[in-house]
T-cell receptor, first 115, second 115 residues
Framework: AQKITQTQPGMFVQEKEAVTLDCTYD???????LFWYKQPSSGEMIFLIY??????QNATEGRYSLNFQKARKSANLVISASQLGDSAMYFC????????????FGQGTRLTINP | KAGVTQTPRYLIKTRGQQVTLSCSPI?????VSWYQQTPGQGLQFLFE???????NKGNFPGRFSGRQFSNSRSEMNVSTLELGDSALYLC??????????????FGPGTRLLVL
């Protein structure tokens, strides 16, 4: 079975600072995908970034980057130059290789950006 | 391209009633997955439909069911509602043809309150 652990229930960061949200995962699969989603108070899950288990380079999407350390089974999200609009819940998720389109989610981290 | 749409956005029902939620995927996407989000259990996978067939199912009682139409639109039904069914129900769509690499895109969700 797959498991995602996000150990930071909440984080408070000053605007324009960089922030790292932690994510560790547990799987016996060799092939898997790791995803980060942002959920504002409105409820919609917004896709941010993807990392495949065989990708040698860390994924980047604008201000978002994923610090992927396969041996440590960690996939931390880094947000550079945080903005007030980044305040939201952030979820790390994993999809295993076998069949299912199912995503396994962590419990999330609530990020608050202070002006 | 239009995103995933879900209707209704908000719903209030009483115990024992049944409810039907609707999801229209992104054009061209053939896979629709449903998730339940509660404060206590987090995000949990309900089921996935692909080409009008249920392809995967999570650990939910038979009161939770769904279907998919030929245009890939999906409906989810919950019969004999219980207080614990109060949740945000999220629908996600994807092409459904790749394995772990494929990104799921979520709709805005339906907030269900059972009184």
């Amino acid at each position: 079975a797959q498991k995602i652990t996000q150990t930071q229930p909440g984080m408070f960061v000053q605007e324009k600072e960089a922030v790292t949200l932690d994510c560790t995962y547990d799987t016996s699969d060799q092939s898997y995908g790791l995803f980060w989603y942002k959920q504002p108070s409105s409820g919609e899950m917004i896709f941010l970034i993807y990392q495949g288990s065989y990708d040698e380079q860390n994924a980047t999407e604008g201000r978002y980057s994923l610090n992927f350390q396969k041996a440590r089974k960690s996939a931390n999200l880094v947000i550079s130059a945080s903005q007030l609009g980044d305040s939201a819940m952030y979820f790390c998720a994993m999809r295993p290789s076998q069949g299912a389109q199912k995503l396994v989610f962590g419990q999330g981290t609530r990020l608050t950006i202070n002006p | 391209k239009a995103g995933v749409t879900q209707t209704p956005r908000y719903l209030i029902k009483t115990r024992g009633q049944q409810v039907t939620l609707s999801c229209s995927p992104i054009s061209g996407h053939r896979s629709v997955s449903w998730y339940q989000q509660t404060p206590g259990q987090g995000l949990q996978f309900l089921f996935e439909y692909f080409s009008e067939t249920q392809r995967n199912k999570g650990n939910f009682p038979g009161r939770f069911s769904g279907r998919q139409f030929s245009n890939s639109r999906s409906e989810m039904n919950v019969s004999t509602l219980e207080l614990g069914d109060s949740a945000l129900y999220l629908c996600a769509s994807s092409l459904g043809v790749a394995a772990y690499q494929e990104t799921q895109y979520f709709g805005p969700g339906t907030r269900l309150l059972v009184l």
